[in-house]
């Protein structure tokens, strides 16, 4: 059976999902509906559940596994599940959540020996010391963490995932640009997004804690690093300079950055992470698009459609 995200236009549906999401909506002619949001391990898809009641909104909530019978359509260039049929699962179903769940495609094991060993090449006692204790303090949800609810690396593991090739491209950087500090780096990547373990709530059906709304990552990030400071007893530059590399990591007042880069670890920190994000991004559609065919629009690359080129050869799932 094809993942729910290989799906073509015109393909039926008849299958057991993971609801990721469920938001309450009322028409312009006053009737509730909900949107979902349904996920197998290829991704996920929207559907629309119409006429629908107080008990269909405690039926289908997040984490509950469903059967849904329908087809896929296209609605405002992207790929909508059209409902006929759904039912909540049952245990005589004999499906479970772990079979829905998109994970990254390294262990958490491999992923925290490839972590250690950059911060193991750190020189600066004072940075890779703070690096390390935050990374201690916070290991089991950074390994197992999503790094976004959508868009980019939004899965099981994504946040460590997406940290780790972003040190990849950091060691090729700096080597070809030797005056960049590499210890500075490299601990700016660690921790630009290891507030997100208190702004998310948790791996599966990811929404945003009180403290992630109110404050958001960046915040959290910086008051941990000014905490892991005092723990240790630590004062100097270097704990400035990674609190403005957390802060300035999104770019630009209008990606919500308080401060832009003021420092070329930091300017350097922002296109890696850009980078590595909007490459996810194209590769997961792209890689559910037919080669001479263009993909859904993309909200979060500008509402691009984009177009696979035939000379690609990738292996399509089946």
Do not use: C
Not at 29 to 50: N, V, Y
Not at 105 to 134: C, G
Not at 201 to 222: A, C, D, F, K, R
Request: cysteine-free; hydrophobic content about 35%; glycine content about 6%.
């Amino acid at each position: 059976m094809k993942g729910i995200t290989f799906q073509n236009v015109g393909d039926n549906v008849e299958q057991f999902l993971l609801i990721k999401q469920s938001t309450k909506g009322i028409t312009n002619a006053g009737k509730p509906f909900l949107t979902l949001i349904l996920q197998d391990r290829s991704g996920d898809i929207e559907a629309k559940l119409w006429d629908a009641g107080d008990e269909d909104e405690k039926r289908y909530h997040p984490q509950a596994i469903v059967k849904v019978t329908g087809d896929i359509h296209n609605y405002r260039g992207k790929n909508q599940l059209r409902i006929r049929q759904i039912r909540p699962a049952t245990a005589s179903d004999g499906v479970s959540i772990g079979e829905f769940i998109e994970s990254a495609p390294v262990a958490k094991e491999d992923m925290l020996d490839q972590l250690t060993q950059y911060i193991f090449e750190m020189k600066n006692p004072t940075i890779q010391r703070l690096t390390r204790h935050l990374v201690k303090k916070h290991q089991k949800d950074f390994l197992e963490y999503p790094a976004a609810t959508k868009n980019h690396h939004e899965f099981v593991s994504g946040l460590a995932y997406h940290v780790l090739s972003m040190l990849h491209i950091a060691k090729s950087i700096t080597q070809l640009y030797p005056s960049l500090n590499k210890d500075l780096l490299y601990a700016g990547i660690i921790l630009h997004d290891m507030g997100k373990v208190e702004e998310l709530s948790g791996p599966v059906s990811t929404t945003y804690t009180l403290e992630g709304n109110l404050l958001g990552h960046i915040t959290l990030m910086i008051n941990e690093i000014g905490q892991a400071a005092k723990e240790l007893d630590i004062q100097g530059e270097e704990v400035l300079l990674l609190q403005h590399m957390v802060l300035s990591h999104h770019g630009k007042a209008e990606w919500g950055s308080p401060k832009p880069p003021l420092i070329r670890e930091a300017e350097i920190l922002h296109y890696i992470d850009n980078l590595d994000a909007k490459m996810n991004m194209m590769d997961r559609v792209l890689k559910r698009t037919q080669p001479g065919e263009f993909t859904e629009r993309v909200f979060a690359l500008e509402n691009r459609s984009l177009y696979k080129p035939t000379i690609y050869e990738e292996n399509q799932e089946s």
